[in-house]
Each structure stands twice: as C-alpha cells, then as structure tokens.
C-alpha cells in the first residue's frame, strides 16, 4: 500500500488500512510534504498513471466510485466536491500503478525520516536544546526567522483554507515576514524578497517547543520560528514545477530554490542517524 502524501493524517490513515487490511505500507510517498490538490504527486509526473478509478467513502455510511476521468485535474475537481458535501472529511483511494512504478516515481524513505526526525526532537527538547534550529538542521534547511504573529487572514473556500499572515521579528530592528497559503504554507516574502517559495517546504513550529503550527491552528500572538526545508528533487523538474511551482497557486514568480541541497527523499540513515546534529 502506497501513501499519497506524507503530510497530517494522509500519513496515518494508509498505516492503519495496511495494518487492518494486512498488506505493507511503503516506506515511502508521492509529495515528501504535503499539497492540496490530487494532481500534485509525483506519480501524475510521469506518464502511465492515473488517478482514477478512485474510490470515496465518509464517517458514516456513503460512499463514492469515480470509474474515469479526463485527466487527473477532473479527478480532483470531482473529489473536492464529493468531499465537501461528506462534512468536508472523506478517505480516498486511488492513483493505480505498478510496484515497479511506485518505486520508480515515488519519494522514498519519508516514513523513516518522519520517526527519524521525532525521535531526534525528542531528545533536543529533553537535553533543553533549541528545538527549531535542530528541525532546521536535521533537515539541511535554514531558519527563516523567529517572531510573533500579528496579523492573519484565514477563509475556507471551495474545500480550501486560504488565507496568509505576518510575522513580526524579535530584536531591535523587527523584520516583517508575509507567508501566503493554501492549506499549506507557499510563498514567504521579506519586503519584496521572496525567502522560501512551494515547492519546497515552509514549516511554522511554536518557538519554545516546536510543536508544528499548521494553517488550521494558526493563532494571533504565538511565538513561533519559520523554517525553509528543501522539497524532493522530483518536485523542482520542469514537468513537476508546472503542476507543483509558484504558477500553479497563481502566483507570476518563478520558483527559487532554497540553497541547501535537497534530503526529502533521501535514505535517512545518514541524514538522522549517528553523527547527525
């Protein structure tokens, strides 16, 4: 069994499928994050893959088979809506493929890397560390900035939560961070410098803890850090960048790598194992 993204309850839901239906869950995703559209895995980068047939199901007792589409953009259009008429909370299963084609077009070790990476923050927080540089660091990314968030719109439209925020930065001379989002965070600009563009990684974790702070539970006042995290090589081709970039959120600048290099999708051993910070 295969996992669609690695991102909130995506992760799980396959784990306990698997687990009850008896069949392995892949060590492995088609985002290395999290997005909110169907068509944003990388198994829909390459051709000989498809979506449909899927199948939809809610809490209580409906359920939805979609046969066929035109193409993977229908599908998840199609879903949305199904979706938002089950309380907007429905499980799906789709995206048919081959073993050999899961390994091939997936991002893989991102399982381990999620335990890889809790169990390491475990122990900064234990050894009174500072929890968000170690996140940055264990993921070769960079801190964006700490501040407090004084400012935030949020909407939920069309199956998404829309919206964006600033953070304010601490010391003398307070730096102005805007990050934009769409369930997930994609664009953040310092003035008019873009730091940190989809699809590599935003991450907003609480200051003191780094407890991960999502679009849904954004709240006026916390303290939190900002962090870039470089995405999978998958997601930076000129095929993915058209489906996953800037420009498919609907914003006119091109996406701008992070400079680290990328470990999303990297076996983790060596990126969390011994040695690691």
């Known amino acids: 069994m295969g996992i669609a993204e690695i991102g909130g309850a995506n992760s799980m839901g396959p784990l306990i499928a698997g687990l009850q239906a008896g069949v392995p869950t892949v060590d492995g995703d088609g985002m290395g994050r999290a997005f909110p559209e169907l068509q944003m895995t990388s198994y829909m980068f ?31 259009r199609l879903a949305r809506n199904l979706a938002t008429s089950m309380g907007a909370t429905a499980g799906l299963a789709g995206f048919v493929m081959s073993g050999a084609q899961l390994k091939a077009y997936g991002i893989p070790y991102t399982l381990s890397l999620a335990k890889r990476l809790g169990e390491r923050v475990l122990r900064a927080r234990s050894a009174g560390e500072d929890v968000p540089a170690v996140i940055a660091s264990s993921l070769h990314g960079q801190l964006l900035l700490r501040g407090k968030i004084t400012d935030l719109f949020r909407r939920t439209t069309r199956g998404f939560a829309r919206g964006g925020l600033v953070i304010e930065g601490f010391g003398r001379k307070p730096k102005r961070l805007d990050i934009e989002f769409q369930n997930e965070f994609l664009i953040a600009t310092l003035g008019k410098r873009v730091l940190a563009s989809v699809p590599d990684l935003i991450c907003i974790v609480t200051e003191e803890s780094g407890e991960p702070v999502t679009t849904e539970v954004l709240r006026y006042g916390t303290r939190v850090a900002v962090l870039g995290v470089p995405a999978a090589a998958a997601l930076k081709t000129p095929r993915a960048l058209a489906v996953v970039g800037p420009r498919a959120f609907g914003y006119q600048i091109d996406f701008q790598a992070l400079p680290n290099r990328s470990v999303i999708g990297v076996k983790t051993a060596a990126n969390l194992g011994q040695g690691s910070p």
Request: net charge negative; glycine share 10%; charged share 15%.
């Open 46 to 76: 390459h051709d000989g893959v498809t979506v449909t047939p899927l199948a939809m199901v809610d809490a209580g007792e409906s359920s939805a088979v979609i046969p066929r589409t035109a193409g993977a953009l229908w599908a998840e």
